[in-house]
């Protein structure tokens, strides 16, 4: 009679099974930081010429929504012939803007409140124009006649709003710490943009408060930042000796940087002539409240504030020249993004190790 083939189970010997686990953790780990360092290089924290999106149009045109080729800049003409008003959205000192549209495309219009302001506005429309990238909002057309800006519409609107938005039904997903430190880059990033843009290093000064930091800013409907208001962006030039001063009125409280303060006591009487100048370094002063804002108190929000404590605490020191370089605050945001998409990924890792 013949014997039917016995299956015999073999199990793995003792110390093979926890070899073999160790090792397909180091290859989990070792695809994961590879998959990581893609990720953070493709991530919108690039320099230099990766600056420009690979998609941007050539400068003096763009490309709008659905539409797949680039579009001159819209001229005085076109703007009042193809542009119409739909309703006032915002006024601030500078300018007033309107909720447009534009061949069904739904843009932005901002028109010059004050004539006396006129020199910050076609300030604010020689930045747009010079500094157009992935960092900066989309400018579609000017009319300088008739102190007229055309850029794009983002319905989120300014990050002021940023709380109130991930408290809506279908963005709350959005409201975690990884998305939410996302945006801290996105934010520290377009400072590193600045600090090294192509016309020099450029302070941005109207950022007395927080509140009016953030509504420099825009949220994009991907979940970015974009900076929209570059109306008080004066150059550093350290080699010659060229400096700045964010206006001409004493500016107090903690949010501005030491420097920005009237040095000489309440005593003195505040003069402008008198306050010294200071350079780009007011801006890294004012990160970690802005970052602080940004991360909001969601779950996981603390560990990300306790990783970047030594670098919030150099950007705050009392020396300018102390503090670090957007660059170097850029860096580390990126490393504890990328330290802690790791733990999250593999909990266990540091134990089994």
């Not at 045109?61 to 003409?77: D, H, K, M, T, Y």
């Not at 076109?78 to 300018?95: H, Q, T």
């Not at 002539?273 to 780009?280: G, T, V």
């Amino acid at each position: 009679m013949e014997k039917k083939p016995r299956f015999v189970r073999r199990d793995l010997p003792p110390k093979e099974a926890p070899s073999l686990l160790l090792a397909l953790l180091l290859l989990a780990v070792l695809l994961l930081s590879a998959l990581l360092y893609l990720y953070l290089g493709n991530l919108r924290g690039s320099s230099g010429r990766a600056d420009a999106e690979p998609g941007l149009c050539p400068r003096g045109s763009f490309r709008l929504g659905p539409l797949r080729n680039c579009s001159p800049w819209l001229s005085c003409e076109a703007i009042s012939r193809e542009v119409r008003k739909l309703k006032c959205v915002g006024e601030g000192a500078v300018k007033k803007v309107f909720l447009s549209e534009w061949k069904e495309n739904k843009v932005v219009i901002s028109q010059l409140t004050e004539p006396e302001l006129k020199e910050d506005f076609l300030h604010g429309l020689k930045m747009l124009k010079a500094l157009q990238s992935k960092h900066v909002v989309r400018l579609l057309g000017y009319c300088e006649k008739q102190f007229t800006i055309l850029t794009e519409y983002h319905p989120l609107g300014s990050l002021r709003g940023l709380n109130e938005t991930l408290h809506i039904p279908r963005y709350k997903s959005m409201n975690t710490w990884h998305r939410r430190l996302m945006l801290a880059i996105d934010y520290v990033n377009i400072i590193r943009y600045l600090h090294s843009s192509p016309l020099g290093t450029l302070v941005m000064c109207d950022s007395n408060d927080l509140d009016k930091v953030l509504s420099q800013y825009l949220l994009t409907s991907d979940f970015h930042v974009v900076v929209n208001d570059l109306d008080a962006l004066p150059l550093v030039n350290r080699s010659a000796g060229v400096l700045v001063k964010c206006g001409h009125r004493e500016l107090w409280g903690d949010f501005v940087a030491p420097e920005q303060r009237w040095p000489y006591g309440e005593d003195v009487p505040f003069d402008d002539d008198l306050m010294p100048p200071y350079d780009e370094k007011t801006d890294i002063w004012k990160i970690p409240d802005v970052s602080n804002f940004l991360l909001g108190h969601v779950e996981g929000s603390d560990i990300v504030r306790l990783h970047l404590f030594d670098i919030h605490a150099a950007c705050k020191k009392k020396d300018p020249a102390a503090r670090p370089s957007a660059q170097e605050v850029l860096d580390t945001y990126k490393k504890v993004l990328t330290l802690l998409i790791r733990e999250a990924a593999m909990p266990g890792t540091r134990e089994m190790l």
